[in-house]
């Protein structure tokens, strides 16, 4: 079974930028379409961004042109990147297959706030 473990999240002011990782074990990353998730309180989890084994992406409206999504299959992790952070971007983000097929990791905590 393949584990996810996110890291990078922190409190940062709105308009800043953080870079989050997802590392997974095992090998077969590399074959998964792969999602940024996340979750604020009181509501659902949401897709953010994915990204297909070809590195094809796609956003969720809120977030164009101010997030990135990126893999690397041989460090087996994936990456998003996030300027121009929003409040409303406050979130814990976790990583997984999409659609999902795995165990959520932790997450990681996103603050945006001044």
């Known amino acids: 079974q393949v584990q996810l473990v996110e890291s990078g999240g922190g409190l940062v002011q709105p308009g800043g930028s953080l870079r989050l990782s997802c590392a997974a074990s095992g090998s077969i990353f590399s074959i998964y379409t792969m999602g940024w998730y996340r979750q604020a309180p009181g509501k659902q989890r949401e897709l953010v961004a994915r990204?297909?084994?070809?590195?094809?992406?796609n956003y969720r409206d809120s977030v164009k042109g101010r997030f990135t999504i990126s893999r690397d299959n041989a460090k087996n992790t994936l990456y998003l990147q996030m300027n121009s952070l929003k409040p409303e971007d406050t979130a814990v983000y976790y990583c997984n297959t999409d659609p999902r097929l795995l165990d959520w990791g932790k997450g990681t905590q996103v603050t945006v706030s001044s």
């Open positions: 990204i297909t084994s070809r590195s094809s992406t």
